[in-house]
């Protein structure tokens, strides 16, 4: 449908082209307004709960409109927002081109994953618009199941659809990166971001079932009354909370795993040297993946589980920190010696390992059991998983969308304007979510519209970081669509970066490649400075031979 | 002060909570300078625009690589075995526990001393006494969490879950419902307030009373009939309960199980879900039948009944009305446990 005489992917304006387009990379940008859409929903929400909590005794919301406010945010942003933000954005867009293909192995699949995303999306938002619900995003039962006034059964079938999409998704990269890599792309050749995304689509594949399954069972329970999680009815409450964890801890790698990816893009890249350690930062991710298939009980400490299988999951939980911290080192040398420019996607890049170590460690806390029992259901909990799902996979979202922008728009973005917005971020998050930890160790429950007023300080430090943070948010928006009519003319090439992407035109031609490219050298080839003849150590990645970049 | 920056330590394991969190926040720094340091001083010292030394010498791959894989690695193990150790003494209550039995409800805590005083949204217990509280719920999940004795514990319906602590200094605490649970899940707050021993026994016998779990559990016991099988001339073959609670039951099928709380309430409400060997199962189920606080009273009541006393019987229940708790006296010869 794509006619040849159009230079760029984007030159077809019909809405058939918009609407129909197989193009991966078209969908990518399909779903860039998806997710940006109901990001911008779950956010308003956010502020709103901000804006309450500025006051121990509110007065802004009703505690019903808060708990469905929250439930929205949760909602929204893990599943609308965060689980296909990387992948189906910038992972839609990037895969092919970095294993140089023509476009993902089932292009009307990819479609199709779109179209059931937004359907899912819009039957979330009629459960919304129909009197929302006040479940928080781990639908508890038996209060989801029984007690819960609102729409329940419509937001958990959005959920469901949406689940679909994250299949179909997983499914697709997995096979792509099994069937269509260029000649000579061997799997120790491939950038790390496709290493993560491939692990991602492990995760999705195997884990999103459980949850189409649970989603299921609470309808059934919710308009039938059939006995499987009410004990009244006969059922058991915390079967709930295995199944839902079973998927939703493997599901946060997936807003995680990504975002590594992303980010061991951009350390080589601005340091213009090779990845450090590069078998061991791919087989971290995937050690990430299948660990993170075991780990689920570390959600239940005080759930009545047994104690017996608390240590258990303890002590997984502390072995699957120990492939994050070897990815967060291998980083930190890869900036040895290198040559490093501090531009937009550095900076956030940089943010991401901060923020991330930061999340890592009181993830630590976490896992530390007499100490969970403490801090878990409190501020501690959400500070942690913000510091991991903010201040590392928003980040590491950012820093890739910057990176590869001139990629997809064929424009630069205003550089100093980034560095600011990049900057006004990091500043914003932390000040948002370092009081959490103090409030969570103090006592402070999560979920609560009212409060002790011995907490406000660090509510109100909080929601002044908040306001920060939406600035650091709102920027990039305008700066973008600046980009897009005067933006500078990127070329193929303007980092200078290795890659498969960067050998075609900004932004490429409808099928990628002019002819397919021939790999024949590992990734993140950077020439180093003259040195002694290189005799690669043992154990590390192939390399050598200087091919262009 | 405007802001406190570290909870109250109000109860035994509080001190030691605090000291693995302090071991955690140094571990974190460690590991923050670890990463942070080398990312601001390469940051700087090779930026593109610095003339430096980039040559790379020829380096060990493999033992950087091993080193830093090993080394949180043994910290990691370290902290997991201290706080596990912490943990499974917070799991397992001592013998002689005070129990007080605790009914959360959509938006509220209903508490009950041994001694029958009830009390709702405050928890009051006397200083130096290990406190067991027996937990269910009447609704859905709720958690019960005192911040200053740094523990939490679910609150399930239809399952017992418990918590114990030593409270260890006088005051006035918050207690917080932690587990979402529904439009009041905010205000389901209230106050632990530790007393000194003579103060407890002072409040205990103030205000309104109640009677005694124990007993309102004996009268239960006759009302609903359970003595009419459990204890008398029975018409129907039923095990006796004297002796029962914390004793190994025999199951059907060759399997057993220790008579606590649970199996108690289960065997009430669910009485054809585990058969005493040898019986028949005939026991109808009082699910439906019974208030949260009614089982209370009910396996309150079992518990007075053991261990201790001997065989179970066949003689009428008897219970005599001056004594604290009802007693069985039991006779008669054969019996099992249950």
């Not at chain 1, 007690?147 to 997983?170: D, K, P």
């Not at chain 1, 791919?282 to 990430?288: D, E, L, Q, R, T």
């Not at chain 1, 959400?382 to 979202?397: K, P, Q, R, S």
């Not at chain 2, 409800?105 to 005083?117: L, R, Y």
């Amino acid at each position: 449908m794509n006619t040849d005489q159009k230079a760029d992917y984007l030159a077809e304006h019909t809405l058939r082209s918009c609407l129909l387009t197989t193009d991966h990379k078209r969908i990518g940008l399909l779903y860039l307004f998806s997710i940006l859409f109901f990001f911008a929903i779950a956010a308003v929400a956010a502020a709103l709960i901000r804006l309450q909590l500025i006051s121990p005794t509110g007065g802004l919301l009703t505690t019903e409109t808060y708990n469905r406010l929250f439930t929205l945010h949760g909602v929204f942003m893990v599943w609308f927002f965060l689980i296909p933000s990387i992948p189906s954005v910038l992972g839609n867009f990037i895969l092919p081109l970095m294993l140089g293909a023509r476009d993902l192995a089932f292009p009307k699949l990819n479609l199709l994953s779109w179209y059931l995303f937004n359907a899912g999306g819009l039957l979330a938002l009629w459960a919304i618009v129909g009197g929302g619900v006040d479940t928080g995003w781990t639908f508890y039962a038996p209060y989801s199941t029984t007690y819960a006034n609102g729409q329940v059964v419509t937001m958990v079938a959005g959920i469901f659809v949406a689940g679909f999409s994250s299949i179909l998704t997983g499914l697709n990269f997995i096979v792509t990166t099994h069937q269509m890599r260029a000649p000579g792309l061997t799997w120790f050749r491939l950038p790390i971001f496709v290493w993560s995304l491939y692990a991602t689509s492990l995760i999705l594949v195997l884990a999103t079932p459980v949850l189409a399954m649970l989603l299921m069972l609470v309808g059934i329970e919710r308009i039938w009354g059939v006995g499987i999680f009410d004990p009244s009815l006969g059922g058991d409450p915390v079967l709930f909370q295995h199944l839902f964890w079973f998927y939703s801890h493997p599901a946060v790698y997936v807003m995680i795993l990504p975002g590594m990816g992303v980010v061991s893009e951009l350390i080589p890249c601005f340091a213009r040297k090779r990845l450090f350690g590069y078998p061991f930062v791919a087989g971290a991710s995937v050690a990430i993946a299948v660990f993170g298939f075991l780990v689920w009980g570390h959600h239940m400490f005080v759930s009545s589980q047994s104690p017996y299988a608390g240590m258990v999951f303890s002590f997984l939980s502390y072995m699957v920190a120990i492939p994050s911290a070897i990815k967060v080192f291998n980083w930190t040398a890869t900036l040895y010696k290198g040559s490093i420019a501090l531009d937009t996607p550095m900076l956030y890049a940089l943010g991401f390992i901060g923020l991330f170590t930061a999340g890592g460690l009181t993830g630590l806390f976490l896992a530390a059991l007499a100490v969970d029992v403490h801090v878990t259901h409190t501020y501690f909990v959400v500070a942690h998983f913000h510091y991991i799902m903010v201040g590392g996979m928003v980040l590491a979202f950012m820093g890739g969308l910057h990176y590869w922008w001139p990629k997809i728009t064929g424009r630069m973005y205003p550089e100093q304007l980034g560095r600011l917005a990049a900057l006004v971020t990091f500043i914003g998050f932390n000040l948002t979510f370092f009081p959490q930890f103090i409030l969570g160790y103090l006592g402070m429950p999560r979920r609560y519209a009212l409060y002790p007023p011995e907490f406000q300080f660090y509510h109100i430090l909080s929601t002044a970081g908040a306001s920060i943070l939406g600035v650091g948010y709102a920027l990039p928006v305008f700066y973008f669509l600046w980009s897009l009519k005067h933006g500078l003319r990127a070329g193929p090439n303007p980092w200078c970066a290795t890659g498969l992407e960067w050998q075609t035109p900004s932004p490429p031609p409808p099928y990628n490649f002019e002819t397919t490219p021939i790999v024949d050298s590992g990734p993140y080839n950077y020439p180093q400075p003259a040195s002694p003849p290189p005799t690669p150590p043992p154990g590390e990645a192939p390399r050598m031979t200087n091919t262009e970049s | 002060m405007l802001f406190p920056i570290w909870p109250d330590e109000a109860a035994s394991g509080a001190q030691e909570v605090d000291q693995i969190v302090i071991g955690l926040v140094l571990m974190s720094l460690f590991f923050i300078i670890v990463v942070a340091g080398p990312i601001l001083y390469f940051g700087f010292k090779y930026r593109r625009s610095r003339p430096a030394n980039r040559v790379i010498s020829h380096h060990n791959t493999w033992a950087i690589e091993i080193t830093w894989t090993l080394v949180p690695l043994i910290i990691a193990v370290c902290f997991f075995v201290v706080a596990a150790s912490v943990y499974f003494r917070q799991r397992h209550p001592p013998a002689d526990a005070m129990e007080i039995h605790v009914i959360g409800k959509q938006w509220m805590w209903k508490i009950q001393h041994p001694q029958g005083k009830r009390e709702i949204n405050e928890l009051h217990v006397p200083v130096g006494v290990p406190i067991k509280l027996l937990m269910t719920s009447q609704d859905v999940i709720h958690s019960f969490y005192i911040p200053a004795f740094r523990i939490k514990q679910d609150v399930l319906p239809g399952r017992y879950t418990s918590m114990w602590f030593v409270p260890q200094k006088t005051g006035e605490y918050h207690l917080f419902c932690t587990q979402y649970c529904g439009e009041g899940h905010a205000r389901m707050t209230g106050k632990a307030i530790v007393l000194s021993k003579a103060d407890y026994q002072k409040w205990l016998t103030s205000g309104e009373q109640s009677e005694n779990p124990a007993k309102a559990g004996a009268e239960l016991f006759r009302q609903y009939g359970c003595s009419g099988c459990h204890a008398g001339s029975r018409v129907v073959r039923a095990p006796s309960l004297v002796g029962l609670y914390g004793s190994v039951v025999p199951l059907e099928g060759n399997k057993t199980t220790i008579a606590d709380d649970q199996y108690l309430r289960d065997s009430i409400l669910l009485p054809n879900s585990q058969v005493v060997a040898g019986y028949e199962p005939v026991m109808p189920s009082y699910q439906g039948k019974l208030s949260e606080d009614a089982l209370f009273s009910l396996i309150a009541y079992l518990k007075s009944l053991g261990p201790g006393a001997e065989e179970g019987g066949t003689q009428p229940l008897k219970y005599s009305n001056d004594m604290g708790a009802a007693q069985l006296l039991p006779s008669g010869s054969k019996g099992s446990a249950k």
